[in-house]
C-alpha cells in the first residue's frame, strides 16, 4: 500500500498563493504517476493535476492551467501543487492520489490511494 498525507491547506485572500504538499509513504515503488484532485462544496470531485514520478510530463485541468504548476521532489517522495492567483471556485479539499498506471490520466479510477485531503479556502 501507499500512504499520503497532504498540507498545506489554509485560508487565504484571492489573488493570493498557497503551496500544497504530498508526502508518500509504504509502497512507492509501485507509484508511477500522483494526482492532485479537488472537491468543493456542493461539487463533484474533479482532477487539478497530475505528474510522473519520472520520465517527465505534466497534465493540467484546463480550470488551473498557467495558476497551478505540479512538481515532485523524488529524493522526499513527495509532490507539491503551487496555487497562485487562487479564486473563490479554488475553494475546496484537495486531495491527492497514487496511480500504478504509468497514463497521466484525469480520470480519478486511474488512482489506486487516496490521501485524507487538505482545505483550502479562498476568500473575498
Known amino acids: 500500500q501507499v500512504q499520503l498525507v497532504e498540507s498545506g491547506g489554509g485560508l487565504v485572500q484571492a489573488g493570493g498563493s498557497l503551496r500544497l504538499s504530498c508526502a508518500a509513504s509504504?509502497?512507492?515503488?509501485?507509484?508511477?504517476?500522483m494526482g492532485w484532485f479537488r472537491q468543493g462544496p456542493g461539487k463533484e470531485r474533479e482532477f487539478v493535476a497530475a505528474?510522473?514520478?519520472?520520465?517527465?510530463?505534466?497534465y493540467y485541468a484546463d480550470s488551473v492551467k498557467g495558476r497551478f504548476t505540479i512538481s515532485r521532489d523524488n529524493a522526499k517522495n513527495t509532490v507539491y501543487l503551487q496555487m497562485q492567483s487562487l479564486k473563490a471556485e479554488d475553494t475546496a479539499v484537495y486531495y491527492c492520489?497514487?496511480?500504478?498506471?504509468?497514463?497521466?490520466?484525469?480520470?480519478?479510477?486511474?488512482?489506486?490511494?487516496w490521501g485524507q485531503g487538505t482545505q483550502v479556502t479562498v476568500f473575498s
Open positions: 492520489a497514487s496511480g500504478s498506471s504509468f497514463i497521466l490520466s484525469m480520470a480519478s479510477r486511474r488512482y489506486d490511494y
Open positions: 509504504g509502497r512507492t515503488g509501485s507509484s508511477y504517476v
Open positions: 505528474i510522473r514520478w519520472s520520465g517527465g510530463g505534466t
